[in-house]
């Protein structure tokens, strides 16, 4: 779900940056955001765009049909439309989350989540030098004030700085045994309402068994859906910190192994499905049939029985291919930086030294 990746994502590159603020470490922490800013835009884009690529050249040999119409517009396959689309998915200017394109429409999220990004080192910069009540406030604040501006996404990024935050600050559970498990109660039962939530319906939310009460809470229009997705994602990945039974279950080898490639597979899953999946539905198909509840159940079974492996596969060879090479920045950005402080050594203080050193004062 694309909330919860949000929320990670903020969690995940502010969490050590805050740990930092907490230790006083202000010019490690200074370089180190320095060092992930200049990064991440090479870090997100590059793979997309090998793999926008690849829908490029599979449309271009017919391997997969191009439409004639993309939301209601027409539409006609060539280098033209490609780049156009390369424009929208690398655009983090359109504060439009939402774009529709023919090669690899999920890729929507990329620019949102430099963008988002962005908003999260400049909070970690902007915030490093205040003291604890100050963050807290402000980054409660600008969640509210997200939410209220349907900048639900950006909202994502500061609730997992936010979490973050109270998970380096928050002491662990208490060592009295009925309070720890009355903590534990607490902690699954909320864990399972972000749960509830992260299943509100797209399609006739308000009149479905469970959700109808949404109708009369804000917000009343189809903002709705993102908002209770949104607040099912921070549950869940909020309570995380807190429930070291359920951390287990994403600390074995094989979770660890598919957080690794989860990236790759979230940028070929949409060409795997358009071509080997539909493939496969269709030999289950004519396996087993498609007639009837059962069948068509069974047939879904099938392809998906062996689709796992192949589009696993497919992620692992294409983080092994591509995702890697950004990682040749991060040398690149420490070689620059030794060789300034070089040159400082050198030639004296300069206007970054001062930045630098009131910085970190």
């Known amino acids: 779900m694309v909330a919860v990746f949000f929320v990670v994502s903020g969690f995940i590159l502010s969490h050590r940056f805050i740990q930092r603020m907490h230790r006083l470490e202000y010019p490690e922490l200074l370089a180190g955001a320095s060092s992930i800013t200049f990064r991440r835009a090479i870090r997100l ?36 439309a490609y780049l156009e689309f390369l424009d929208l998915e690398s655009n983090p200017w359109d504060w439009n989350a939402d774009f529709f394109g023919f090669y690899n429409p999920q890729l929507w999220s990329i ?49 997992g700085v936010l979490l973050a935050e109270l998970e380096v600050m928050l002491p662990r559970k208490p060592q009295s045994p009925s309070k720890r498990r009355l903590v534990n109660m607490l902690l699954f039962a909320t864990l399972l309402l972000g749960i509830f939530l992260s299943g509100y319906p797209g399609d006739g939310n308000t009149k479905t068994r469970g959700y109808m009460w949404s109708k009369h809470v804000w917000p009343y229009t189809a903002y709705r859906r993102r908002f209770w997705l949104a607040m099912g994602a921070i549950l869940i990945v909020g309570l995380m910190a807190f429930l070291p039974g359920v951390q287990a279950l994403f600390l074995t080898r094989s979770a660890r192994y598919s957080g690794r490639i989860s990236f790759a597979l979230y940028l070929v899953h949409g060409l795997g499905n358009r071509t080997i999946g539909a493939w496969l539905v269709i030999i289950s198909w004519g396996l087993v049939g498609n007639e009837g509840a059962w069948r068509y159940g069974i047939s879904f079974v099938v392809s998906i029985m062996m689709y796992l492996p192949i589009i696993i596969w497919a992620a692992d060879v294409f983080w092994r291919a591509v995702e890697p090479r950004p990682r040749i920045l991060r040398g690149g950005s420490r070689s620059n930086a030794l060789q300034d402080r070089r040159l400082r050594q050198g030639r004296g203080h300069c206007y970054g030294d001062k930045e630098a050193s009131s910085f970190g004062s």
């Open 111 to 159: 620019a949102v989540e430099f963008r988002g990004s962005m908003v999260v080192f400049l909070l970690v910069v902007g915030l490093a030098r205040t003291c604890l009540a100050v963050r807290l406030a402000v980054e409660c604040f600008l969640v509210i004030h997200c939410f209220g501006h349907k900048r639900w996404d950006i909202a994502l990024f500061i609730a």
């Open 45 to 80: 884009f590059l793979p997309a765009f090998a793999s926008s690529l690849m829908a490029y050249v599979l449309a271009d040999l017919g391997i997969i049909s191009a439409p004639k119409k993309i939301d209601g517009k027409p539409f006609e396959h060539g280098l033209t």
